[in-house]
């Protein structure tokens, strides 16, 4: 059969590189998803588009030198709904996320900027609320907001309030995290238990609860943690923090951009009984469920029992464990080593992870 | 979690798989029915621990896998419709139809939503009482009831905006199918635990008798899938073809009175086609005459749409245990999960996409069809040796293969 099941709306001859995209000629949820499709919105659209090294690199934040210093810099939009939820709300996630994002790269963040973009007709007792979180959370990750930004849009053209935060922070002396860099032998840790972030979103997006226990959002600053391991070491391989796509998507953009393999010892992974459950209702995987105050650190065999004791010294990484390793084999590939003594590959995930019928 | 840990102790495990191990003399083939079954099998590794002889088969009770074309095409073509309200499983909004998906139909401006629950998007009726609300009624006697619930419910409540539309399938025929299909390897069958929960045992002993089968009612956990390889080995080995009850914490001989009362009520038996394999008489439900206010297809008038699968996809085969997702020519190049031609390929349950990972940890390299036979020693990516040659067919395969293939089957 000649026609093509899914017709291509884009004309690939005017396009630098669409091949991947034309799949899907319009945006879908996905490609905000953190999975396979927005790596290839950022490799096949903006990359060619923005064309420098810099943006290349593909970290959670860039690292750039300005005269003489070398700083971090990154920038998020935040759009979760609802705007509050257990354990935080949009003003933590807006502050916390971009703190990290600077952290994973080894800087402790110094300065933020902060937009809104607001939708008419929304209470300004919401927005102050939003205010308010956004400065408690800065004065604990002990960031200064420096600059900010007000829109407002069309009744109708937004939902209630969107942020947009950049920091910039400075990059101690000696210190190269990147993706790239880990390596057969290194020792993969995450600094506590997963899933809680995006189980407590959809705890009350859904309106489902699971078991007694309330799931409250691990959304916390991270720079303090990531100091606490620098200070015991400036050999850090990579750092990432799990958000969308969990676990599995940063392990696989680490696998990715190193060439190394990686190997998860599933009974290792820290999942909290509440986060199981819910995943075992909902037919999902806690290794694609978001986080936002969690690390994955890839470190050197050699140093990981040091990293791993100042990190369980630290109130942010007191469930700290040791949850793989990097090695020679399978290039490229997360492979998980079921209980069982099984093993499945890890893959990155597409987009939105879907709730399966059963 | 109570109930679930313990079907995951390693310890055990290990001693059911010593048993499976020492009872094993002999190459066998079973079939695990239920895609919730596959997912647990590959997502715990369990394929990997059993004797290399024994050859699991993935069955066709994926119900995102088996869902026809056509039906997923009227899907697409109701939810576009302005003023409707699609509400879905999260995971068949993936799916392709002839040309695009729900996704799709989503990120155009049709107001398509993922619920968990029939009775969800009841509650969308009730609350949004100007718009048409359509819940995508698929799957086996598992979600039957639920979606039988929620047309009594609106009928019940006097709730007008809201229809389903209906493609249920049924095991006991789709199972009478695979053993008649004159290539059918299957030998023994790991029956779909949550069908059973909801429909009993009653339908099992005749067909298990009539073609000689052991089916062994099997739970999900990893521990519950070794239990019922166990016993379906067991009953091999001595020549045995009995029903068993392996998932009795869930499975009681009568099913469950109340939901079964409400499937009976609202649904009627009917012919259902299944994707890639064809018509199969009295393998689905429909809505009962009854309730035909509450039936989308007669509502939106949906009836005659003209669909087209793609001639490369040969998932019908994969699904009744004829190839392996592999054989296809299509497999890894222009069929992956992120571009599928077929639902084989799109669901975390689908045999197509559990292949498709497990062949990249085992062969990095890319998709080596061409060459067959395999050289010795390189072992397929279950890490059994190939099946018999079998040579594909497909090149001269009419597009349209469900009537062909449904005369084979049925």
Redesign the interface.
């Known amino acids: 059969m000649a026609e093509p099941t899914t017709p291509a709306v884009v004309d690939p001859t005017a396009w630098t590189c669409p091949a991947p995209l034309r799949d899907h000629p319009t945006v879908v949820l996905g490609h905000g998803g953190g999975g396979a499709l927005s790596a290839e919105l950022m490799e096949h659209l903006f990359v060619p588009a923005y064309g420098n090294e810099t943006l290349a690199g593909l970290g959670d934040s860039a690292a750039v030198t300005l005269g003489g210093a070398r700083l971090a810099f990154s920038t998020d939009s935040y759009v979760v709904r609802p705007l509050f939820f257990p354990g935080g709300g949009i003003g933590d996630l807006a502050v916390n996320g971009t703190v990290n994002d600077l952290a994973m790269s080894g800087a402790r963040a110094a300065y933020l900027s902060c937009a809104f973009i607001l939708e008419e007709g929304v209470e300004l007792s919401v927005v102050g609320k939003v205010a308010q979180a956004i400065g408690t959370a800065a004065a604990a990750a002990e960031v200064t907001v420096a600059t900010g930004d007000t829109k407002v849009v069309d009744s109708g053209h937004g939902d209630g309030v969107y942020v947009n935060t950049s920091g910039i922070g400075l990059v101690p002396e000696g210190v190269d995290i990147r993706p790239q860099r880990a390596a057969p032998g290194d020792v993969v840790i995450v600094s506590g238990p997963i899933g809680l972030h995006g189980i407590a979103i959809m705890s009350v997006r859904e309106g489902l609860e699971f078991g007694v226990e309330e799931i409250v959002s691990d959304t916390a600053p991270l720079g303090g943690l990531v100091a606490a391991m620098l200070a015991v070491t400036r050999d850090l391989h990579v750092l990432r923090d799990p958000t969308r796509g969990g676990v599995a998507a940063s392990l696989n953009e680490i696998a990715t951009a190193s060439g190394a393999g990686i190997v998860l010892t599933e009974r290792d992974v820290p999942v909290p009984d509440a986060v199981g459950a819910a995943c075992g209702f909902l037919g999902l995987d806690p290794l694609y469920v978001a986080n936002e105050g969690r690390l994955l650190a890839v470190v050197p065999r050699a140093e990981a029992e040091a990293v791993l004791a100042a990190m369980r010294a630290h109130p942010q990484g007191a469930g700290a464990t040791v949850i793989g390793e990097c090695v020679a084999e399978h290039p490229g590939m997360v492979v998980a080593r079921t209980p069982l003594g099984g093993s499945r590959v890890v893959d990155l995930p597409l987009g939105e992870q879907l709730p399966r019928i059963c | 979690?109570k109930y679930?840990d313990e079907f995951?102790d390693?310890e055990l495990?290990?001693r059911l798989l010593d048993e499976i191990h020492a009872t094993v003399t002999r190459p066998w083939a079973l079939m695990e029915v239920?895609?919730?079954q596959t997912?647990s099998i590959?997502?715990?590794?369990?394929?990997?621990?059993l004797p290399e002889s024994l050859e699991l088969i993935h069955g066709p009770g994926c119900?995102?896998c088996v869902t026809p074309l056509e039906m997923i095409d009227k899907a697409l073509e109701i939810a576009s419709r302005p003023g409707v309200v699609f509400c879905s499983?999260?995971?068949?909004?993936?799916v392709?139809g002839?040309?695009?998906d729900l996704?799709?139909v989503?990120?155009?401006g049709g107001d398509v939503r993922?619920v968990?629950s029939p009775l969800d998007a009841l509650d969308i009726a009730r609350r949004e009482p100007d718009r048409e609300v359509v819940f995508f009624g698929?799957?086996?006697e598992?979600?039957a009831p639920a979606n039988a619930m929620a047309v009594h419910e609106a009928r019940r409540l006097g709730v007008r905006n809201f229809s389903l539309l209906v493609s249920h399938v049924r095991v006991p025929p789709a199972v009478e199918a695979i053993m008649r299909a004159p290539d059918c390897r299957v030998q023994a069958f790991l029956a779909a635990g949550?069908v059973c929960s909801v429909m009993g045992t009653a339908e099992y002993p005749e067909l298990a008798e009539r073609h000689r089968v052991p089916m062994v009612v099997t739970g999900f956990e990893?521990l519950d899938i070794l239990e019922g390889v166990r016993r379906a080995v067991r009953q091999l080995e001595s020549g045995e073809h009995r029903v068993e009850n392996a998932y009795p914490r869930a499975v009681r001989a009568e099913g469950n009175p109340a939901a079964l009362e409400r499937i009976a009520e609202v649904f009627e038996i009917t012919d259902r086609s299944w994707r890639g394999i064809g018509t199969i008489p009295d393998s689905g439900w429909r809505l009962a005459p009854a309730f035909r206010a509450y039936d989308a297809e007669h509502r939106f008038e949906v009836g005659d749409l003209r669909t087209?699968e793609?001639?490369?996809c040969r998932s019908g085969e994969v699904l009744q245990g004829l190839i392996k997702p592999h054989e296809c020519e299509a497999f890894g190049t222009v069929c992956t999960?992120?571009?599928a031609?077929g639902a084989t390929m799109v669901?975390?349950?689908g045999a197509c996409a559990a292949y498709y990972?497990?062949r990249?940890?085992k062969a990095?390299a890319p998709a080596d069809r061409a060459e067959r036979p395999r050289p010795t020693g390189q072992a397929e990516p279950t890490g059994r040796p190939a099946p018999a040659d079998r040579e594909p067919v497909r090149s001269g395969r009419p597009?349209q293969p469900a009537v062909k293939e449904a005369t084979r089957l049925g």
């Open positions: 979690m679930i995951h390693p495990a290990r239920c895609g919730g997912h590959i997502r715990h590794g369990i394929d990997q621990l119900p995102v499983f999260g995971d068949m909004l993936r392709p002839s040309g695009r996704f799709r989503r990120a155009e993922v968990y698929i799957g086996f598992t979600t949550h990893p087209a793609p001639a490369a999960p992120r571009s031609l669901s975390s349950e990972l497990y990249r940890l990095p597009a």
